[in-house]
């Protein structure tokens, strides 16, 4: 498999796992710090590699009034603090191509949105960038479809690629994940994601905000570990009831201590 080097110490597909984790939005410089330095500590204990993840932009929330995050400006200043305070690599969503450029000079890797994984000047853009590329499979699209997606950052140059799994349509509401689909997906010579908390949410399932079933992340994410994964994706936040968005889908500190735990023991086993 073609590894992705993020930087000296931190290669994804390797021998060990990674964890991409953190609130979906970047609430703040004390919200992601406390976060980052708890799951630091925690992919330390496990012998797991970290990457700290949140959004300085959700540009896609169900209602015109939810709060969509910090923007760039602030979002990139945040990120910048929790670089200097807790010494993890970050990535974090890009939407258009006239964002990328910045995010690059701040972040380690970067990611793009499910509903965005076929824009092809979005892709390239991040390609020319150098950094990994964290591409998300569409709710839309069939894995093997996804060959497409890395064919256009890889026209760039850049052979850093990743690809995440979170979950398929599945009539109005609902998604399910098709394990078959990481297999398909690991032989593109990629590593590939699985985002165990993106998969359980219920899209627009709240009416005006989407709904999330956390109590199936757990079963999900063991049965991926177990078809075999590089990285686990994971939205993780000290009060998921008070996030400013995916807080229904989302893990507090023992939820993820728990789910990371027995991942990484399936994940040493396969």
């Known amino acids: 498999m073609n590894c992705v080097k993020v930087n000296e110490n931190l290669v994804i597909g390797g021998s060990k796992l990674t964890l991409i984790g953190g609130p979906c939005t970047a609430e703040g410089p004390e919200l992601c710090c406390e976060v980052a330095l708890f799951l630091?500590?925690?992919c330390r204990k496990l012998d797991v590699q970290y990457v700290f993840k949140a959004s300085f932009d959700k540009a896609n929330r169900s209602s015109g009034t939810s709060r969509r995050g910090p923007g760039l400006e602030e979002?990139?200043?945040?990120?910048?603090?929790?670089?200097k305070?807790?010494?993890v690599p970050i990535?974090?969503?890009v939407h258009e191509c006239d964002e990328v450029a910045a995010v690059a000079e701040v972040v380690d890797m970067l990611?793009?949105?499910a509903f965005l994984c076929r824009q092809t000047d979005l892709l390239q853009a991040a390609g020319q960038t150098g950094l990994p590329v964290n591409i998300k499979k569409g709710q839309f699209m069939a894995?093997?479809?996804m060959k497409g997606c890395i064919e256009k950052v890889r026209m760039t140059g850049n052979n850093k690629v990743l690809l995440t799994e979170?979950?398929?349509s599945f009539g109005y509401h609902n998604l399910v994940v098709d394990m078959r689909g990481l297999a398909t997906m690991r032989n593109f010579d990629v590593p590939v994601v699985f985002d165990a908390t993106h998969s359980v949410q219920l899209p627009g399932g709240l009416g005006n905000a989407s709904g999330g079933q956390r109590e199936f992340v757990f079963p999900l994410a063991r049965a991926a570990a177990a078809v075999g994964i590089d990285a686990l994706f994971a939205e993780v936040h000290p009060r998921p009831a008070e996030a400013w968005?995916?807080?229904p889908n989302s893990l507090d500190f023992d939820g993820i201590t728990e789910v990371l735990t027995k991942v990484k023991k399936i994940y040493d086993l396969c």
């Open 40 to 42: 630091k500590a925690l």
């Open 143 to 145: 894995p093997e479809d």
């Open 91 to 93: 990535i974090t969503d």
């Open 85 to 87: 305070q807790c010494d």
């Open 245 to 247: 968005s995916d807080g």
């Open 166 to 168: 979170r979950g398929s």
């Open 75 to 83: 979002g990139l200043r945040i990120f910048a603090e929790v670089k």
């Open 111 to 113: 990611q793009i949105p």
